[in-house]
């Protein structure tokens, strides 16, 4: 298998625990101070009151077995019930304490975690399965949690509790406790060597979680399409594939975080005989009272709990530092597009787009332009042509800076757009493409999105003009009426024009159509398609169509062919050089008739 061993090697990679535990602390538990320090009093707390249970059976026992005096008896039994009840209440205390504490750390680092992800570029997004990431989110901060309450529970609960206790073993006769206590670090030794093993386990674990729920989409999303092509046992295949090795991932974590049970056991088990041994000789030599060696062995049974999760704190703590790690990876990787130091607002009096000796290459080395140069002069609709793949959505991508140019420079009105604030650049442009987003929330909201402060009589406006203000009416609620993932389902050429109001709401100076209509029905489309028309009076607008119509009434038309321009003019003059142009416009007439 080629993945675990990818994995392994990612792992040695890895940052150090200690770092990564200090950069926790700073970041996400020192500003809950106040809380860690109240759970850790009632922790300390309730370990005394188990040191003190421990102590305890000593005049229990004596006063029953040795001295047979009730008078005695009641005080003893007043004092136990007192311990049982502050152990119970401290215990209690201190885990909603701890659990509100690991909940609110978790949910900062999900919002931290989110906060970054929302202001990563395409780039990031396009390299990334969704799943992944969703993964990330999920069930790496659930194994951060894990750690995080299992360690600072360790840390306080646990280590007090077993130093109460080993004080009592001392207390009552520390020859025997010396001999008890070799136990211990016998046991921790054994638990140490496989915490880097469960750590490397957890990143190929999470490694898979993120395929799996990548592959789930999509069998759920595309379920259509698995239906018409017959795929299903295929999908079955490849789910089984990937839940087996999860299934064989999860069993070795637990696998080798169990292994030092019975170890333990033994251990403990040679440590009780020599207990009962020497300590029973004591009592019937009479060198020691029935009342200390039962209060003895308690306290040795009672620590073995806390020191069997002690031990396995490691375990616990290596999962999640590899989630940790993974977590500030994520956080740490600075968005590739952001403001410029200093960046002022982008100022727009006449918005003039113009592209000049534009290159870009992909990521992955596609080289999608090369050397553009056009002008999409103010209030006028430049339209790109070509055949698919030719670069056209490219351009579109670029003048938002979804991307950056590799060569030349995009500016607006004379500005080069790198120097502007992403968001004064962004707020001067509405973006229409193919693939339209619809949220889910309310028609409203829908429309509104991107434009906060809209009025009720704005919004209605901008769905007159996009066509869409009857459709809406006449939903169930009208523009309260939920749409998306779990609301009514719009047709394409509903959620078409919905985009478009909000296109028409933003007002923006500069427009951006990516074959917007080419998904639609001929209904829809001239629907659409007038909207688009009103929507782009008076505004700068750059236009990839496939309507001739759209081409035709366009003022200038520039030609594209494997990222480079290689014709421009207007229809009539591009006709008459009878060259790329003049083919492209023959296919379309014979399409079209
Ligand atoms: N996200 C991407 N990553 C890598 N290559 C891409 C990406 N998007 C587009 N390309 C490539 O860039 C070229 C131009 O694509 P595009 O601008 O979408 O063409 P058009 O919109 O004209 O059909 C194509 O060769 C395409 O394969
Ligand atoms: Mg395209």
Redesign the pocket.
Known sequence: MAAPRNNEKKAAHMTGSLPLALRMWRTYIRPHLAGLFSALVLMLLAAASTGAMAKFMEPVIDKVFGDKNPQELWPVAEVVFTVFTVRGFATYGQGVMMNNLSLRVISDMQRNMFAHLVQSD??FF?SQQSGELMSRFLADTALVRAALTESLTGLGKNFFTVTFLIGVMFYQDWKLALIAIFVFPAAAFAVMRMGKKLRRVSTSTQVKMGELTSMLGQAFQGNRHVKAYGMEEFEKQRINGAVEQIYKLQTRAFRVSTVVTPLAEMLSGMAIVTIIVYGGMQVIQGHSTAGKLFSFIAAFLLAFEPMKRLARLNGINQMGFAALDRFFQLIDRPPAIQDKPGAGELRVQSPIVSIENVSFT???G?D??RGVSFIAPAGKTVA?V??????????L?LIPRFYDVTGGAIKIDGQDIRDVTLKSLRGSMAVVSQEVAIFSDTIRENIAYGTPGATEEQIVEAAKLAAAHEFIRDLPEGYDTRVGENGVKLSGGQRQRVSIARAILRNAPILLL?EATSALDTTSERLVQAALDRLQKGRTTIV?AHRLSTIMNADAIYV?SH?KLIESGNHSSLLAQNGAYARLYGNLMRESA
Do not use: F, R
């Open positions: 395409l780039a396009h992909y990521a992955d596609s999608a332009l790109l070509g055949e698919s793949g030719a670069g056209k959505s490219t351009i991508n990516d990839v594209l990222g």
